[in-house]
């Protein structure tokens, strides 16, 4: 029995024995085709940054060192180590000896695989992979922002980290076609780089690349130079002539390249007749050029590139614009041909004629699409003396864009009679309205509007308007005015500037004017709206207290001056009472000379009356 018991025991044991060896090798896995290795770590993972990652897992027993890779490759067991895509291979000089752990030289925006194991004795573990798959890098960013000190009109020094790989840099700035710098080796142990040949005022985008990859990428801009002015601008009807100081315009070492002119008063870009600049244009400072219409604002710009240096703003002179239909008018026979044309028309009217036009009603058709009035010869030079045409008032058909009445004496029949503009007709819309340099007397009103049509604006500009009787300037009773400006002129002795019954809202500017004698309400908004912005007027010898009335409101005041023997009714005063009256102001006021006297206002009021 015994002896049965003891052999039980040793068959026992035995079995033990052989189980404890399997749950070695299998459950801990230990067993490898060279022996025993270690337990694999159980918890992987990573944070990544841009070139750079930390790993972190947790620590396994009586090991030595970790061997991390890293690869742009999916990896698995049957993949040696360092053979797949992009491999890096961290810790072989057994480096790595504790979590967490730095990975270095990484790519920016990049994905990766990653995996781990143990070593101790020679003995290494299985490898661990990473828990999410693969984890990605986000943007590498090398270059801050540049500071100011290292900007100039056309340089910009670019500095990163001295000795990181870099190959070259990619600029764009606006539309332009990007450009390549390379980055010497010089440059790259340094970690700095001066671009040069850059445009004034021009924002650049810079990015690094180490070959393929990009690196970085930052913004500056160029320094701004101050604009140049220019030393003379000359236009003609159809042509100009600008000068410039060669030197001044110089920045560095580089100059003007082109330049460039387009209608109107804003700058002009490269798509707006952008020439290049010969060398003796460049040498002598002077530009030349024709193509233009006369009486039109131009804006012409000198650059640098794409750059602007030197702008400038003009109006050709007075002149009449290509596509009119030119008709020299002397009577009403030639006045009749001269509004049966079509389309746009010049009525050209020549020195020391008296048109009367009061034994008709002077209507413009629907045909004419715009029209000029002027004292002119037949080829639109204006004319010395001022031609003069009466009236019992214009009436306007249809739609115009443009009527205006140039150099010439308008009267009618006296200030209990008729109008200069009597417009009656319906629907009747005119974009531009304009006299100027026109005398206008001896009328019952200026314009008297009583249709249903919109006139965008009427402009009155340096002008002579005496004794305008009871109806004013601007009696509004129907349509809709959107705009007045009556500009560097004089009213001598008006009734009123405006009475308004259009319900919606008026605009009107009063800028660089002379005004005398007023004897009623000189602004009556009745049952609509006026908003008014004066500025740089003289007033004398009013004979009313009355400014402004019901709708009419001062949205702008400056520089409004009133002599002593006027006055304003309570709370509506206008601009600065001054101590002196009318006729220690201007030279004579009472037979119309209103010249002024005292130099401290000789900059406001018609300028005509101070050349």
């Given amino acids: 029995m015994k002896k049965l018991t003891h052999i039980i025991k040793i068959g026992s044991f035995a079995l033990l024995t052989s189980l404890s060896v399997a749950a070695c090798i299998d459950g801990n896995d230990w067993e490898t085709i060279s022996g025993n290795r270690l337990f694999g770590t159980t918890s992987f993972s990573v944070e990544p940054a841009a070139i750079t990652a930390e790993a972190k897992w947790d620590a396994t027993p009586n090991t030595e060192y970790y061997i991390i890779e890293a690869s742009r490759e999916q990896m698995d067991d049957n993949m040696p180590m360092g053979s797949a895509s992009g491999s890096i291979v961290y810790g072989e000089d057994q480096s790595i000896k504790k979590s967490p752990y730095t990975l270095t030289g990484l790519l920016g925006e990049t994905t990766y695989y990653l995996r781990i194991k143990s070593v101790a004795s020679g003995k290494e573990s299985r490898w661990i992979y990473l828990e999410d798959g693969t984890f990605e890098t986000s943007k590498e960013e090398i270059l801050g922002i540049i500071p100011s000190e290292n900007i100039t009109e056309e340089t910009i020094l670019i500095t990163w980290e001295a000795g990181l790989e870099v190959t070259h840099f990619i600029i764009k700035a606006g539309i332009d076609a990007p450009i390549t710098k390379e980055i010497t080796s010089e440059e790259v142990a340094a970690g700095q780089k001066l671009i040069e040949g850059l445009l004034p005022g021009t924002e650049y985008t810079f990015s690094i690349y180490n070959g393929e990859i990009k690196r970085g990428e930052t913004t500056a801009m160029t320094v701004m130079p101050e604009m140049v002015d220019f030393t003379s601008v000359t236009p003609t009807k159809t042509s100009v002539s600008l000068v410039w100081d060669p030197e001044a315009i110089q920045t560095g070492s580089t100059t003007v390249s082109h330049y460039a002119w387009c209608e109107g008063d804003r700058t002009p870009s490269v798509s707006d007749h952008y020439t290049a600049l010969t060398a003796e244009q460049i040498s002598q400072g002077q530009l030349n050029f ?87 010869d037949i080829e639109g030079n204006p004319t010395n003396t001022k031609p003069s045409i009466k009236t019992k008032g214009f009436n306007f058909n249809g739609t115009l864009g443009t009527v205006e009445f140039y150099n010439l004496h308008l009267y009618s029949n006296g200030s209990a009679g008729n109008y200069i503009v009597d417009q009656k007709k319906a629907d009747n819309n005119i974009t531009n309205f304009s006299i100027e340099s026109c005398v206008i007397d001896e009328a019952r009103g200026l314009f008297r509007i009583r249709n249903t049509g919109v006139w965008q604006s009427i402009t009155i500009k340096d002008c002579d308007l005496n004794g305008i009787g009871s109806y004013g300037l601007f009696a509004l009773e129907g349509g809709t005015i959107q705009t007045i400006s009556l500009n560097n002129s004089t009213l001598y002795n008006p009734t009123k500037i405006i009475k308004a019954n259009q319900t919606t809202g008026i605009t009107l500017n009063i800028d660089y004017c002379t005004i005398y004698g007023a004897s009623y309400v000189l602004i009556d908004g009745q049952s609509g709206s006026i908003n008014i912005n004066a500025r740089n007027i003289l007033v004398g010898g009013l004979t009313t207290n009355k400014v402004f009335e019901k709708g009419a409101t001062i949205v702008t005041e400056e520089n409004i001056f009133t002599t002593s023997e006027s006055s304003y009714e309570s709370g509506k005063s206008w601009g600065e009472m001054l101590t002196i009256p009318v006729t220690d102001l201007f030279e004579n006021p009472e037979n119309g000379d209103f010249t002024v006297k005292i130099d401290t206002y000789k900059t406001y009021g018609d300028q005509r009356w101070n050349k």
């Fill in 290 to 376: 024709d193509g233009l219409e006369p009486s039109t604002t131009y804006t012409v710009a000198l650059m640098r590139g794409t750059y602007v240096r030197a702008l400038t703003t003009f109006t050709t002179v007075k002149g009449i614009p290509s596509g009119y239909t030119l008709v020299s008018v002397t009577d009403i026979t030639t006045w009749n041909e001269a509004i049966s044309k079509t389309g746009k028309v010049a009525v050209l009217i020549p020195e020391n004629t008296d048109l009367d036009l009061t034994g008709i009603t002077p209507e413009i058709p629907q045909s004419i699409t715009s029209l000029l009035i002027w004292g002119a």
